[in-house]
């Protein structure tokens, strides 16, 4: 069993580019990244900080706007509405989930396509299920494929079970998958026999948020498993996977946390930096 170390792999991407960014401020271009975050969840605290930090890594101005949480929707779409027009913004992000007063579909699509970062906007979104180049990718299943590449994991031709739906992650993991020409089932809350996709799969991607769910009796040997869950249990970070077990069948195998978490950081990096690159050229 091999363990696909994402915290390694993203920090070889984070010095390849901080080598870039030392370019385009040559060129007089410094990248930027404003992060956007509403209330006071501990988590999404938790992830902004370690983004701005990422950020200070690499070069990359970091922009954090901590609102209150009885932030109007209004007052939202003003700030992002500022940040569309700034040019020396690169890349806009609204950290989810926010409070339920404010329409996130909304708030998503008003972001300016070129500077969704996250690859939520439905521009972004068409460009990957058309597989068109240009836009960017979302982050999460970008990273995936990273790691799936670094570590040479064949998807021609494989059998690969994702489980959860989700437009985050879900959804565009399996059009990902699809575009590099795997077999892809897609599995979720209301699939009736979760086992009978994942036991035959080459692959499973998981990003369910359900503690332990993929067990060792639902996989074959020599399973590649890929684990995107984040779950907190009696003070400890799990993934969504038995891991314990699920790894003594498993060839290759992230670890929860230190596997998908680091990449998509990474993935929001480089996608800062390709925006950055497009004020090349205008």
């Known amino acids: 069993m091999i363990l696909l170390d994402g915290k390694k792999i993203s920090n070889e991407i984070k010095n390849t580019l901080k080598q870039e960014v030392m370019g385009l401020k040559s060129q007089s271009i410094e990248p930027c990244l404003a992060v956007i975050l509403v209330g006071e969840d501990p988590a999404s605290n938790t992830y902004v900080t370690s983004k701005a930090k990422a950020c200070e890594q690499c070069g990359i101005k970091s922009l954090v706007y901590r609102l209150d949480a009885n932030t109007t929707q209004s007052e939202l779409l003003a700030l992002i509405n500022t940040l569309n027009y700034d040019d020396s913004v690169d890349g806009i992000l609204v950290q989810l989930p926010l409070p339920k007063h404010i329409n996130k579909d909304i708030i998503l699509e008003s972001i300016n396509f070129s500077k969704d970062v996250d690859g939520f906007h439905p521009f972004n979104v068409g460009n990957l299920n058309l597989n068109l180049k240009g836009g960017f990718l979302p982050c999460t299943p970008l990273g995936v494929m990273k790691i799936l590449e670094y570590y040479d994991i064949k998807l021609q031709g494989a059998d690969v079970v994702v489980i959860g739906a989700s437009n985050i992650v879900g959804r565009p993991m399996a059009t990902l998958l699809l575009n590099a020409n795997a077999s892809v089932s897609v599995c979720h809350i209301y699939t009736k026999d979760l086992k009978a996709y994942t036991k035959n799969a080459d692959i499973v991607v998981i990003a369910a948020g359900s503690p332990n769910l993929l067990k060792e009796d639902m996989v074959k040997e ?28 498993a060839s290759y195998i992230t670890p929860v946390p230190g596997g998908v978490g680091p990449m998509t950081i990474a993935m929001l990096l480089e996608n800062t930096i390709k925006s950055a690159k497009n004020r090349i050229n205008k």
Request: hydrophobic share 45%; aromatic share 4%; charged share 30%.
């Open 222 to 249: 020599g399973v590649v498993v890929i684990d995107v869950g984040i779950n907190r249990v009696d003070g400890k970070i799990i993934g969504d996977v038995d891991f314990e077990n699920v790894s003594k069948k």
